[in-house]
């Protein structure tokens, strides 16, 4: 269970530090939130490093035992360099069953995106296959990403429900 716990969680984690690298140009989305689906922004968007343009998943919502594709695309306005860093909690209810700091680089390097990030625009595609093992709850994820002065480059919620589904007749 704590390795599916952990995939889960990197999976939220990959999907925070995936789509947050991004230089200053016209947002074409302007005066509309971006497109997000589940996951929220919890940051400023336009006072963050990272202006997040859109975070797409596949499926939505994700299932247990398949493949979750990520595209994302956003204007970093500062490069992100080593001595940035995650914080990562995922709870289920009120249960904290992550709570974790993790290396900004050595997670953006695992999505082949490796450190430094460049200032501009940012894009990610990537895919990760959840665990069949998760359990059948709700989670949440909050996932705070800093650069390597400590100003937020973004902040991310998600939520996901794996419980089953009954049909309505």
Same mark, same amino acid.
């Given at each position: 269970?704590?390795?599916?716990?952990?995939?889960?969680?990197?999976?939220?984690?990959?999907?925070?530090?995936?789509?947050?690298?991004?230089?200053?140009?016209?947002?074409?989305?302007?005066?509309?939130?971006?497109?997000? *689906?589940? =996951? $929220? #922004?919890?940051?400023?968007?336009?006072?963050?490093?990272? !202006?997040?343009?859109? /975070?797409?998943?596949?499926?939505?919502?994700?299932?247990?035992?398949?493949?979750?594709?990520?595209?994302?695309?956003?204007?970093?306005?500062?490069?992100?360099?080593?001595?940035?860093?995650?914080?990562?909690?995922?709870?289920? *209810?009120? =249960? $904290? #069953?992550?709570?974790?700091?993790?290396?900004?680089?050595? !997670?953006?390097?695992? /999505?082949?995106?490796?450190?430094?990030?460049?200032?501009?625009?940012?894009?990610?595609?990537?895919?990760?296959?959840?665990?069949?093992?998760?359990?059948?709850?709700?989670?949440?994820?909050?996932?705070?990403?800093?650069?390597?002065?400590?100003?937020?480059?973004?902040?991310?919620?998600?939520?996901?429900?794996?419980?089953?589904?009954?049909?309505?007749?």
């Amino acid at each position: 269970m704590r390795l599916s716990l952990a995939a889960l969680a990197l999976a939220f984690a990959a999907t925070a530090t995936q789509a947050f690298m991004l230089p200053e140009l016209t947002n074409p989305l302007q005066n509309d939130p971006p497109e997000t *689906g589940p =996951i $929220k #922004i919890c940051g400023n968007n336009e006072t963050d490093t990272l !202006e997040i343009l859109y /975070i797409k998943i596949s499926p939505d919502p994700p299932k247990r035992g398949e493949v979750l594709s990520i595209d994302a695309k956003g204007i970093l306005k500062e490069r992100v360099d080593k001595g940035s860093y995650i914080k990562l909690i995922v709870k289920s *209810g009120v =249960i $904290k #069953i992550i709570q974790k700091t993790l290396d900004f680089c050595d !997670e953006s390097a695992n /999505i082949n995106k490796p450190c430094p990030l460049e200032k501009g625009e940012q894009e990610l595609k990537h895919e990760v296959t959840l665990p069949k093992e998760i359990p059948f709850a709700v989670f949440t994820a909050h996932v705070e990403v800093f650069d390597q002065a400590n100003n937020t480059v973004t902040c991310l919620e998600a939520r996901v429900d794996f419980r089953p589904r009954i049909p309505h007749f």
